[in-house]
């Protein structure tokens, strides 16, 4: 039997093959796109699983509510809290710190010189909270004592040629000498946190520069902790204020707001957007999961609304079939198995031409997003499972309503070519049907049009700050500054160079917030973010002034006794003259100094746009620099002057590898995982409003069939070709407008929700509403006049005889 | 094999009431052939419609095979259906997206005969009917002749007791539609009882008795000379 039902639906597909490419195309892209978001998706939730412990790993978040900058979430915490944590809790079974040693610029063993990204400082817990293999050497003693360094097998490689070679090496690390004591596996790409080399922390305990880590005033570190159990954490969050009464509100110049709570693993990649200081290697968005799911579930679902609405408005066509079936002995039961395999049949060959869909685009993404997706029938099992699955549920999803309407046909009816149900429910059907389809795509394009419209202001605001023709070159350790003067004068000579300046980065900005109080008798305190810059820095990146002056060569108090604010600050502090007072203490200046505010700069974006520009106090500090910026006049040629600026990087650094950071570069990063991202989302986003177009094609032009009879009678009595189109377009309008009143609102709420994430957005303008409907409106006008004028202008005859 | 009894069946819309039969009674034995006659609209295919059980009368009793069915669910009346009652219409009404031998098959799929069985009913009513040659074609490859054959042998198939055919050779020349007669004039002296809705007075030459309906009921029944006998159930 289920032969017969498949030979029938083969040969009904084949002869309306128009239908069935509609079908089949629609399907197959829409599994295609469902399925290519879901190995996303896939991706996105399967960050840090390789941690066997991972329900019960935490991480510490502090929440600061110091003054200045306002409540903030952040990832960093104090030299001591995991001690700390481990002895005061019961419940905390092991703790961790991990610590970037942003201090080692420069790894060198014989003749390699590398920068290292993946160089962090860790306790020796690591080992067993993270379950890390060690191939080589002993968990328990490699990151016990100072000066000791964990390698993973591909650095190991990198340095030594061999892994076997490289246990109880010394190799270089900045200019300090440390021994390999272990071999790590490799990390799966899938984690937030990638190391390739592991510092012992006694190390830097040991150094004096890193003295500030013993005491509770200052944050670098990110702790992790290991709970007896995963409920545990109610516990430990409920003990946190006391714990911060005990040790840090007791100190006199410590922290007066401050809150702390645990991050469960599970949520640090895709949860975390609302933590600042995360020292993360890769962080997820999970809205941007959500909306992803959402665009896969209403493609598929467009899919499946297509496949009904052609097989409801095609049902008149097989009504013959349907009823000699049931003259023939079929019952309702194996007419339901009939069209539901059908509908699996159909659904199986657009599985199978969404596969070769999804192969095709699979390079495409994986060029787009960086990654290495690929289909895996062997080894993807949930994948494999899922799209099983996927084949059943549109098969039934899609298969069931034809089924059941079209078996429902009483037989003497059905053979005359009516449907013989009662009370013209499938001509409410189909007005619902196309007002649902004109309801996802008036809401699809309306969210298109919004979402194109914030990456465009995204790229093209204005900063405030030129991150272009500039290049940043980063120091490869302190004692570079000293060396940097020189070369400064060497680079000024070439006309291509512009200015250059030292500075803690491109944006200006160094890592560290901290407090600022003002030189008043209410003792104002005002925490703000710290820029070490030198007098060409703002020329060099074109920040403007908006008062005062820049640091100036001549002035010798500038160096450390004058401080340069931005806007922000002076907000924050309600100064509206803020050119001329004065701070108490300046972060890393000398106190007895008492700064001045010599200039107040444009505020601009040293952050993305995410977030708001925050009170910023910059320093003339050379000793904090972290590197240099070289600004190139606009129409030099970037490739040539590299190779000049090259030379003479290596005649004054020679053991440092030159990797110049490109402003571009810098600030399209900022913004690159998003703006990849939303491209893919405008894109699906596409295939969906194309999907429904589709679909409503289809549909229409299958409505519009359907009342050949119609318009043959009224032809016949003297009706006009016009006046026949003319009132097809007007039932149609009106469920477009009823679909559109029903659509906007809730996009509109959708959209709003999105947007408010970003600091900076635009605002929903009625031209994107118009622009949404009236696109569909002509989309559905064009294709209903070319189908019913085609409809109409036939012989009526032809007309009467097709019924 | 047949009874009716004050079969009447009224057709309903929001603002009309048409009686379509009104108080039809009538036996039909086994082995007849019975022609229906009357003008359009008159009743005949609902009269047909009820005795193959593809519609339930209004009011009245219907005894089919000794049980009496007017009340019977949609699911028992295919069940009888399909055991006891073969159709052949006007349009032929064949499957498009099957050739002919499938469309041949179909009935005897519903029965749930297995495979090999099916292979030889299907090839011996394609015999029986002549159109063994065609077996691979599409209907609409064929002529209306030829169609109509298909659609005798799609009727015989299963062996039933009853054939109801409704103007079988309404779309057919008076040679094919001759032919249509011939062979099922042949079914009936083969012992099956075949009930025939037809405009045409030489078709219903072929019958034994002519029910003759008007407005829905029974105006006229009369025997016809020169046949066989009735037998007597």
Known sequence: MILNFLTTALRSLLRQKSYAIINLAGLSVGIASFLLIALYIQHETGFDKHLDKRDRLFRVVEIQNEPGVG??????????????????????????????????????????????????????????????????????????????????????????????????????????????????????????????????MSSAESLPEFEWMKGWGSNSLITYVELDRPESRVNVEAGMVDFLKKHVFSEDDGWEYLEMYLQPMKDVYLD?????????????????????????????????????????????????????????????????????????????????????FIELALPEMNKLLAT??????????????????????????????????????????????????????????????????????????????????????????????????????????GEDVQKFEPMRNEFLVDPRIKSVAGCSFLNGVSGSQGPVFVDDSAKTKLTVRFGYVDYDFFDAMGVSFAAGRNFDRNITSDKGGSVIINQAAARKLGWRNPVGKRFNSVMGADTSLKPEVIGVINDYHYFSLRSLIEPAV????????????????????QQEVMKFIEDIWHDHFPGTPFQPVLASEFASGNYKNEQKLFSLFIYFTSISVLLSLLGLFGLTSLLIEQKTKIIGIRRVLGGSVWRITAQLIRDYMILVVIAGLLALPLTYYLLEQQLNQFAYHIDISMFHMMYAVLSLTVIAFLTIVYKAHRAAKANPVESLKYE | MIKTVNLTKIFRTDEVETTALNRVSFEIQKGEFVAIM???????????????????PTEGEYYFLGKE??????????????????????????????????????????????SSDRKKRVESALEQMQITHRRKHFPLQLSGGQ???VAVARAVVANPHLILADEPTGNLDS???????????????????????????????????VIRLFDGQIINENIKSGRAELPVI
């Open chain 1, 618 to 637: 910059y320093v003339m500090n050379p000793e904090r620099f972290r590197g240099v910026v070289i600004g190139l006049y606009s129409h030099t040629n």
């Open chain 2, 69 to 114: 069915v007017s009340k019977f669910s949609e699911k028992q009346r295919a069940n009888t259906r399909k055991q006891n009652i073969g159709f052949v219409f006007q349009n032929f009404n064949l499957i498009d997206e099957l050739n002919v031998y499938e469309n041949v098959e179909l009935p005897l799929i519903y029965l749930g005969m297995s």
């Open chain 2, 147 to 149: 169609q109509q054959r």
């Open chain 2, 175 to 209: 040679a094919h539609g001759e032919e249509v007669m011939n062979l099922l004039a042949s079914l009936n002296q083969g012992g099956t009882t075949i009930i025939m809705v037809t405009h045409s007075q030489r078709d219903a030459e072929y019958a034994q008795r």
């Open chain 1, 372 to 477: 290495d997706f690929h289909l895996d029938f062997t080894g993807n099992y949930l994948f494999n499972i899922g799209l099983i699955a996927l084949l059943f549920i549109i098969s039934l999803a899609s298969g069931s309503y034809p089924a059941f309407y079209l078996s429902r046909f009483q037989p003497v009816r059905a053979l005359n070519g009516g449907s013989g149900i009662k009370g013209g429910s499938a001509g409410y059907l189909s007005k619902g049907l196309v007002v649902f389809q004109f309801m996802i795509s008036v809401g699809l394009m309306f969210s298109v049009l919004v979402i194109n419209d914030q990456v465009r202001y995204i790229r093209e605001k204005d900063m405030g700050i030129t991150y272009r023709d500039a290049v940043f070159l980063n120091f490869g350790s």
């Open chain 1, 71 to 200: 409540e903030q979430h952040v990832a960093i915490t104090m030299g001591p809290l995991a001690a700390s944590l481990k002895a005061d809790f019961p419940q905390v079974v092991d703790a961790v710190r991990i610590m970037p040693a942003f201090d080692i610029q420069v790894v060198n063993y014989e003749d390699k010189y590398f920068r290292e990204k993946g160089l962090y400082y860790a306790d020796p817990s690591i080992f067993n909270m993270f379950n890390i293999d060690m191939l080589q050497g002993n968990p328990k003693t490699a990151l016990l004592e100072p000066m000791k360094v964990v390698l993973s097998e591909k650095t190991a490689l990198k340095y030594f040629g061999s892994t076997d070679k490289a246990l109880g090496k010394s190799m270089l690390l900045g200019k300090r000498s440390f021994i390999v004591s272990g071999i790590i596996k490799d990390q799966p790409a899938q984690t937030h946190l990638f190391y390739d080399m592991l510092v012992s």
């Open chain 2, 38 to 56: 009357g003008p359009s609209g008159c009743g005949k295919s609902t009269l047909l419609n009820i005795l193959g059980l593809l519609d339930n």
């Open chain 1, 272 to 356: 975390s957007g609302h933590i600042k200081f995360q020292n993360v290697t890769a962080s997820g968005d999970k809205n941007l999961v959500i909306a992803f799911t959402v665009i896969a579930i209403l493609i598929l679902l467009v899919a499946c609304v297509n496949f009904i609405n052609i097989s409801i408005a095609r049902s008149v066509k097989r009504s013959r079939e349907v009823g000699m079936r049931k003259v023939l002995g079929a019952d309702r039961q194996s007419l339901v198995y009939q069209f539901i395999s059908e509908s699996f049949l159909l659904t199986l060959v657009a599985v199978v031409i969404s596969v070769g």
